[in-house]
């Protein structure tokens, strides 16, 4: 047994003083609030630190197979515990392309080899792969990821039967990358014409602009209520995009939308500053977006906060505009970045839990995870509020940068605990921890 005790445990909406009991299993054992004179073989204090389930996120790209030359599944699980992510879901624009069975069970059997964090994978929409779409089994893999707008390899999916038929006969939950691919092209033809091939980076946000997302966001929404589909939009990215969602209870939402940490965090006021350090698809907006965006996440009607991680080596960030990838790592400082502005007067830490553990594992109802609960597993992280300095002796992704680099964030994670095993204390990874695949409860 191993006992974490006299923590501040943030969990369903309250922080109380309590310990966790874990047995040999992984499992949470009993959890007991106030004072204990419980004994265990392992006994953890927690003085004085905040107690919080493992962050649950549903939007990375480990980049493996084929672009590990940026980031792979071992390095950037490291990131993620190192983060407070104890379990992550990623996207299927890899080389090859998550497209098929056996592509999806190879990311499987790779990330049981190497993963330090618990995984899933999702398995990616083309046009001509609906029958393989069908057979998955999605009681062990998160859902379907659709682009519609441009991507990695053959995944736009811009044929509209295709889309029809997807939305129609979908076993689970589609998420959708939506930025509308016309006007896109339509706005880098203008921005070449006035600027040539040294396109400012602050012309992100106009090229990919909120129109681009609005527009390809409500295409979405709209197959989505006609099909009775469930609709799952990533990355929103602008206030327009918010009116369609649902709202009232999770559980009754049919479209529901995630918001990732940087476009929380930045606005395009950055752009001067950092350049393509904050280079992302979809781009990041104004502050009065951004605010919106902030809004919503404090009132609930965004129902997941995620990443979107994607590394890039520095040398390719530090291309002209067009041949610079989007895309950036922050994995491992999301949590810390939300819990500093719950800090600075957003929103609230119950909060930040709820968003980030509680509702992922509703959502996609992943089994005995996401909550500090007897009999779930004890995937589980300490973190201690202190001013922690963004610097790359303390990144564990393979490609060595972050664009909160210098900036002083309110919050450390101190230890992170992986079905039950410390796999992250005092600055260092358990490199011998292996996670293990999300079962969803699906019915």
């Known amino acids: ?145 659709l682009f519609m707008g441009s991507s990695t390899g053959n995944m736009l999916v811009d044929n509209e039967e295709t889309l029809n038929r997807l939305f129609s006969e979908a076993p689970c939950l589609i998420a959708t990358q939506c930025e509308d691919e016309e006007t896109i092209k339509r706005n880098m033809a203008l921005y070449r014409e006035k600027y040539g091939e040294e396109v400012p980076m602050r012309c992100h946000a106009e090229i990919r602009s909120a129109e681009a997302c609005y527009k390809s966001s409500a295409k979405a929404a709209e197959l989505a209520r006609k099909n009775n589909a469930r609709l799952h939009i990533l990355h929103i990215s602008s206030a327009q995009e918010i009116d369609l969602l649902d709202d009232g209870p999770l559980s009754e939402r049919k479209i529901t939308g995630e918001v990732c940490a940087h476009h929380l965090w930045f606005s395009d006021e950055d752009y001067e500053k950092l350049g393509a350090r904050i280079k992302w698809n979809p781009s990041l907006k104004t502050k009065t977006d951004r605010d919106a965006l902030r809004e919503a996440v404090r009132t609930g009607r965004i129902a997941v906060v995620a990443t979107d991680h994607a ?9 002209p505009y067009f041949s610079c990838p989007s895309g950036g790592p922050l994995v491992q400082f999301s949590l810390p970045t939300m819990l500093t502005l719950a800090n600075r007067g957003n929103w609230s830490i119950e909060t930040v839990v709820d968003q980030m553990c509680h509702r992922p594992a509703e959502l996609f109802q992943i089994s005995k995870r996401g909550y500090v609960r007897e009999g779930y597993y004890a995937d589980l992280v300490l973190v201690k509020k202190k001013p922690m300095v963004v610097s790359q002796d303390i990144i564990q992704s393979k490609c060595k940068w972050s664009p909160l680099e210098g900036a002083t964030l309110d919050y450390a994670v101190e230890q992170t605990f992986v079905n039950g095993q410390s796999v992250y204390a005092d600055g260092k990874v358990d490199t011998s921890v292996r996670g293990m695949k999300l079962i969803f409860d699906r019915k």
């Open 1 to 145: 047994m191993k006992l974490i005790k006299n923590a501040t445990i943030v969990n369903e909406g309250q922080s109380k003083r309590g310990s966790v009991l874990i047995n040999d299993n992984g499992l949470i054992e009993r959890i007991i609030w106030g004072e204990t004179s419980e004994s265990a073989e392992e006994i953890i204090d927690a003085e004085g630190l905040l107690l919080l389930p493992g962050v649950i996120d549903d939007q990375v790209h480990f980049r493996e197979p084929g672009l590990t030359h940026k980031a792979d599944i071992e390095s950037e699980s490291h990131a993620a515990v190192a983060g407070g992510v104890t379990s992550y879901m990623e996207m299927p624009n890899t080389k090859p392309t998550t497209t098929t069975e056996e592509a999806l069970e190879w990311k499987y059997s790779r990330a049981a080899e190497v993963s330090t964090a618990n995984y899933s994978f999702w398995i990616g929409a083309t046009n001509d792969n609906l029958d393989t779409i069908k057979s998955i089994d999605y009681s062990k893999v998160c859902g379907i990821k």
């Open 311 to 319: 590394p890039h080596t520095i040398d390719e960030k530090s291309q």
